[in-house]
């Protein structure tokens, strides 16, 4: 009979308790918690512990998924393991791949920051177009990318121009804050090491999806993380889902496992 264990109660409460505060009365936990880029103003080293008990606030989906995922998957591997070692397993998965996300999403923005930079301290009409080209607010806000574009080629015809000089460090400084600053939430990574580890220990249970076809949770976990790859790789516009933190999550806890399993003494 199905029993919802300590731990995951825990995690469950927490969660939904945050999501209520953040959304119901309106308290701006997001704002202060949520991962950002290291070099990013609003960041602060204990997001990456943070983020992932908080939820994008945008409707339900978000959280339902990911809480869902803990409900179903989370009990079995805590009466494995015991509350205290699926608690580790949670903080340091959830902690990695917001890790693991942080040094990719340094990666991606530092071009941002660097051009940010240079046409701050030399800037042109000629380099203004090439900033709001090489970096794209259109999958954000189409109107804002439109009125940029519109004030560049009204630029590049006065260059000379100190008000519209002025007007250009404008936008670049509020593509870069407004690009930097966007924040990640959620408990993805962790429910992601959460599946990986259901995978490996009970690699033939069959899972209903949608409550209607039976598939082995080693071959739906692994579809997942192929799909999570692809979804990276061939990143759409508009997408705001953190692919990189949901594989972050399966490889560190992959990792975590076979040192575990190292570590475990056998006796004969």
């Not at 902690?95 to 923005?109: R, S, T």
């Not at 519209?164 to 993805?188: E, L, Q, T, W």
């Not at 080693?218 to 993380?225: A, E, P, S, T, W």
């Amino acid at each position: 009979m199905f029993r919802l264990t300590p731990t995951v109660k825990v995690i469950l409460i927490i969660n939904f308790g945050l999501f209520i505060i953040a959304s119901f009365l309106n308290f701006p936990l997001n704002d202060i918690f949520a991962m950002r880029v290291v070099f990013s103003e609003d960041f602060a080293i204990y997001q990456p512990f943070t983020y992932m008990w908080l939820h994008s606030t945008q409707g339900f989906g978000h959280i339902l998924g990911n809480m869902l995922a803990v409900f179903f998957f989370g009990p079995m591997l805590e009466n494995v393991w015991g509350s205290k070692r699926f608690l580790q397993f949670y903080l340091i998965v959830g902690i990695g791949a917001g890790v693991l996300f942080g040094i990719a999403d340094f990666v991606e923005k530092y071009p941002l920051k660097k051009d940010t930079e240079e046409y701050i301290a030399n800037p042109n009409a000629d380099d203004f177009y090439s900033f709001i080209l090489d970096h794209d607010v259109r999958d954000y806000n189409y109107d804002w990318f439109n009125q940029a574009y519109a004030f560049s080629e009204a630029y590049t015809n006065n260059p000379e121009s100190a008000e519209m000089r002025s007007a250009s460090m404008d936008y670049v400084n509020a593509i870069y804050k407004f690009k930097v600053d966007i924040p990640m939430v959620g408990a993805s990574g962790a429910v992601f090491g959460i599946l990986l580890a259901f995978a490996m220990m009970f690699p033939n249970t069959q899972i209903y999806v949608y409550m209607l076809f039976p598939v082995k949770a080693k071959y739906l976990v692994l579809f997942y993380g192929l799909y999570e790859l692809y979804a990276e790789m061939s990143r759409s516009p508009g997408d705001n889902i953190a692919h990189l933190a949901h594989l972050g999550g399966m490889l560190v806890a992959f990792v975590l496992l076979k040192i575990w399993d190292r570590n475990t003494t056998r006796l004969y």
